[in-house]
């Protein structure tokens, strides 16, 4: 995007009272961000403008900040403004009600139009959560699909680390600016999807997190990609409300069947009875997306690790079988129970869960819990 052209846009997204939906019907109206600093006041009240934002158009009261954003923008490395008349901008979201007119960018634009899926779920996710989450980012990169997210902490973060252990690729939707990494346990996150993918957000620099702004955020989760999966996720979540959205944009929408007790399976039980796919593994996803997306996808591949783990559960010695039928992946189970129930001293005990924890087949958790690691 030009300097010049930048501007403009940016004013426009910067004019106090103008959100995405006005400013996409001026947009439309007027043709471009110039044409509508131009238009008269008859024209933008015959938009149905508040008045305060139609006279915060004529003095072209934005200007000055947008001069400012824009300087800003530029000394941020790697990052770019895309205006939805651009190539790079994503061809999904032009097919929601109200797309966002301008992002802030900062990675590779061109991942913006790959071909992408949404994980998505509760910020306190079970052990059985964690690893469903980590196990589909990383089976969906695998096969060559974009893995977004909205880098949140909990299930958002945790797919994405599974892309990313897939040396996938993935895109970050922020709800805060683009230079503001939240929450800030996510900043080695933020920088490994930054390398392998985008962080996109529709908000100026120096935006804090703020309550309001992950609804406005999430609609972009879940219309950006062709579809959603959510996790775990409670009855009043945002992960519902984001596969809601994505319900109403017509994209595919998954669950991953939760156990009924746990107040965080409610959001994905509840879709998959009304009519979401259930779905346990990657391929359950892929079979719902376009036959064309799917021809296009690389052919699944047992990553090396997992390899070796088959292998490793396949190699145990019986004081190791005996302690790795103990262990369940939905629940941890504490030390002083494995040693209660296998009949082995805690010393045994200890010496063959540290040999199965570096075969990669077993997890241990904080307070001396271990459990399972879903293959």
Known sequence: MQLDTSLSWLALGLTPGLASRLSARVLRQFGSPEGVFRA???DLEACHLPSEAAEAVLKRQAFPRAEKELAAVQKIDGCCLVNWTEPEYPQTLLQIYDPPVLLYVRGDPQVLNLPSLSIVGTRRPTVYGTQMAQRLGRELAARGLVIVSGLARGIDAIAHQGAMDAHGRAIGVLGTGIDVCYPKEN???YEKVLGRGAIISEF???THPAPENFPVRNRIVAGLPLGVVI???AQYSGSLITARLAMEFGREVCGVP??????VSFAPNQL???GAKLVTCAEDVIEELPTPVRAALVQAEQPEAEQRNLLAVNGLNDSEKKLYELLSVEEPVPIDEIVERSGLNSSNVLATLFTLEMKGIVRQLPGKQFCKVLL
């Open 204 to 206: 100026p620099l120096r």
């Open 231 to 233: 996790v775990e996720g």
């Open 40 to 42: 008269s006041k008859r």
């Open 187 to 189: 900043k080695k996150l």
């Open 272 to 274: 998959i009875k009304q």
């Open 258 to 263: 939760g156990n009924v007790t746990q107040p």
